[in-house]
Structures are given as structure tokens and as C-alpha cells.
């Protein structure tokens, strides 16, 4: 046990896996370069059972980074024995509190560390969620909460563009409030280990303005409307690029916006299509004029949210570390005579 112990506490050992992992990362590094979409996918993923799934099917890509997760896991090991080891003998021979500094240093690594390994096996990571302003959308794997999105408010200037950027949301539990906050660009909201990131911006259409008989009417997509006659219509499904096959049915060249039609249906199943690329188009349905006067545009963001349950840890463990190395800096040996004599 002596032998075994003597081994990971030596200093030898944090030398040569030093060495290993910058060569193991440095050809991690031309992997990664020459497979640039497997790992934009993997920036996405969960490492482990990423690394469980699609990498031990794809080990010429993936081993780097299983011989990286072996090399750190020894590396950890080290650092955890050779910290036990240094506190033993502080404590032991009674040494003055600053060489507790060094170990500081390491416990706070260990801790970032673990925060790592636990978000590497738990939680999920999931890009793209577009919702628009006063919308809510479901929290992936959290059938109880919601997240709404309520405003965005932007700081830009002549010189440097984009300042600053908030992102106004609420989370709700059971259909309550019960959390309200801003999502920054580098400033996620995080919430019981759920991240969300704000991702992108913009403004998009909602639903139309159509005139029928001088009334204007504001419908969303997929809603219906009774006109002051009594008349009503629902708007029905887009066609991204109208055309008729030789039936005289409608259907979709390909799958940009680039000729877009609204479907309209009346109470009584008829159909007609209005095109949506210009204002003032128009269609005849059940003897009214239909005219399409403008677009209402709400606001929108996409989010990406991620949980991870190990985002405290890692927190905790960074601001440890950080004073760790300030304590080693500034109050220790040569440099703590140097503040002493600056203070005096």
C-alpha cells in the first residue's frame, strides 16, 4: 500500500503525465481539425455517453480522448494524493499557514474537476429553442416547468455595434411565476443547474393583416376570424414555394421561402391561396374581396439550454483556485515582504 501510495504522491508522475497530455491533446488537436463537423456535434453532446455511443464505434477520432480521460483521471489521482500528503505533513510539523497556499491551489482544482466529471455524465445540452416575445416554451426533460420570454432590450452605439443585450424572461412551475430574470450574452440565467444561453435574435412574422370590405383584421398564424357580416375564415397551412402540379394541386418546389402562399379557408371547407412575398396581393373567397394590407412582426430569440449538474462545483472550485493563486502571489515568501513593505 506504501509502494502504491508512494507511486501517485510523486513528482515524477505529474512530470511525465504533463508531458502525455500535451502530446495526447496536441494530436487531439489535428483530429479535431481534420473532423471539424464530428466535433462542432460533439460541442452539442454530453461527453461520456457521447463518448459510449458514437465514440467507441469511431475510436480512429475518439481515442485521443479516451487515452486524455485516463490520463486525467491519474493526474487527478496524483494531485489528490499529493495534496493529502503535503496537509499531513503541514499539520504534522506545524509549518506557518502559508503552505497551506499550494494546496488551496489543488483542492480548488479537484473540486472544478469533479464539476466537470458530473456534467460530463448528467444533463443534456439542447441548441436552437426559438420562441417569440410573451410565448412560452416546455423545459426539455422538466414536465413542470416552462420558460416565457417577455422582452429584449438592446445597447448599441456607431462604434462598437451590440453593447449590451438582455434578454427579459420568467420561469414558471405549474403554471406559476416563479422566477423572473435577464439572460446576457456572456451572462446565462442558471436555475437548479439548468443554463440558458442566449443564442440569437431577431424579429419575424406572427400572423397578417388582411382587409376585407375596409375592415382591417390581425390573425395569427393558424387562427380564424368572423368578418362584421358574420363570414368566417382560418388561416391554414404555408406553402414555402407555390406551385401547381398537373392535377392543379398545390404544392412546394423545394423547401425555402422563396414564393410563399397562405392558405384561407372558409366555414363552408373552400380554399383559396394568397400570396405572402408582397403587400397588396389579394384572392376572391365566398364573393369577398381579400387583401393582404401588412404583417404583424413580434420579437424573438433563440435560447439554448443546458443542464448541468456540476456547474456549483465548478464555480466553487474556480474561485478557490483563483485565491489560492493570489494568496501564492501576494502573501507568501518574498512577495508578502513586498506587500507588507508597499502597505507600510
Given at each position: 500500500m506504501k509502494t502504491i501510495?508512494?507511486?501517485?504522491?510523486?513528482?515524477?508522475?505529474?512530470?511525465?503525465l504533463t508531458i502525455l497530455i500535451c502530446i495526447d491533446a496536441a494530436w487531439g488537436s489535428l483530429i479535431s481539425m481534420k473532423n471539424p463537423a464530428v466535433f462542432q456535434a460533439l460541442d452539442q453532446a454530453i461527453l461520456f455517453p457521447w463518448l459510449f455511443s458514437i465514440g467507441k464505434t469511431n475510436l480512429n477520432i475518439s481515442?485521443?480522448?479516451?487515452?486524455?480521460?485516463?490520463?486525467?483521471?491519474?493526474?487527478?489521482?496524483n494531485t489528490a494524493v499529493c495534496t493529502l500528503d503535503k496537509l499531513y505533513s503541514i499539520f504534522k510539523d506545524k509549518r506557518p499557514w502559508q503552505s497551506l497556499f499550494p494546496q488551496i491551489v489543488h483542492i480548488g482544482f479537484l473540486i472544478a474537476l469533479l464539476g466537470h466529471l458530473i456534467g460530463s455524465i448528467y444533463g443534456f445540452r439542447s441548441p436552437g429553442h426559438f420562441v417569440f416575445q410573451g410565448q412560452t416554451i416546455q423545459i426539455p426533460s422538466q414536465e413542470r416547468l416552462l420558460l416565457r420570454f417577455d422582452d429584449i432590450e438592446m445597447k448599441t452605439s456607431r462604434r462598437a455595434g451590440l453593447e449590451d443585450l438582455k434578454t427579459k424572461v420568467a420561469l414558471l412551475e405549474d403554471?406559476?411565476?416563479?422566477?423572473?430574470?435577464?439572460?446576457?450574452?456572456?451572462?446565462?440565467?442558471?436555475?437548479?443547474?439548468?443554463?440558458?444561453?442566449?443564442?440569437?435574435?431577431?424579429?419575424?412574422?406572427?400572423?397578417?393583416?388582411?382587409?376585407?370590405?375596409?375592415?382591417?383584421?390581425?390573425?395569427?398564424?393558424?387562427?380564424?376570424?368572423?368578418?362584421?357580416?358574420?363570414?368566417i375564415f382560418k388561416l391554414g397551412k404555408i406553402i414555402p414555394d407555390f406551385a401547381l402540379d398537373e392535377k392543379g394541386n398545390p404544392y412546394s418546389r423545394t423547401n425555402g421561402y422563396r414564393n410563399p402562399y397562405q392558405e384561407i379557408i372558409s366555414a363552408s371547407g373552400k380554399m383559396a391561396w394568397l400570396q405572402l412575398s408582397m403587400r397588396g396581393s389579394s384572392v376572391k373567397l365566398e364573393g369577398r374581396h381579400i387583401e393582404l394590407s401588412g404583417y404583424i412582426n413580434a420579437p424573438y430569440v433563440v435560447l439554448n439550454i443546458n443542464k448541468d449538474p456540476g456547474i456549483w462545483f465548478i464555480i466553487i472550485g474556480s474561485v478557490i483556485l483563483v485565491i489560492g493563486m493570489l494568496l501564492l502571489l501576494f502573501l507568501r515568501g518574498e512577495r508578502a515582504e513586498l506587500v507588507r513593505r508597499i502597505e507600510n
Open positions: 501510495w508512494r507511486f501517485f504522491a510523486s513528482t515524477e508522475l505529474t512530470i511525465i481515442l485521443w480522448i479516451f487515452i486524455l480521460v485516463f490520463l486525467t483521471a491519474i493526474f487527478a489521482i403554471g406559476k411565476e416563479i422566477l423572473k430574470d435577464n439572460i446576457q450574452i456572456n451572462g446565462p440565467l442558471i436555475y437548479k443547474g439548468i443554463a440558458f444561453y442566449h443564442a440569437d435574435q431577431g424579429e419575424a412574422p406572427t400572423g397578417l393583416i388582411l382587409r376585407i370590405g375596409g375592415e382591417d383584421f390581425k390573425i395569427g398564424f393558424g387562427e380564424g376570424f368572423k368578418t362584421k357580416d358574420g363570414a
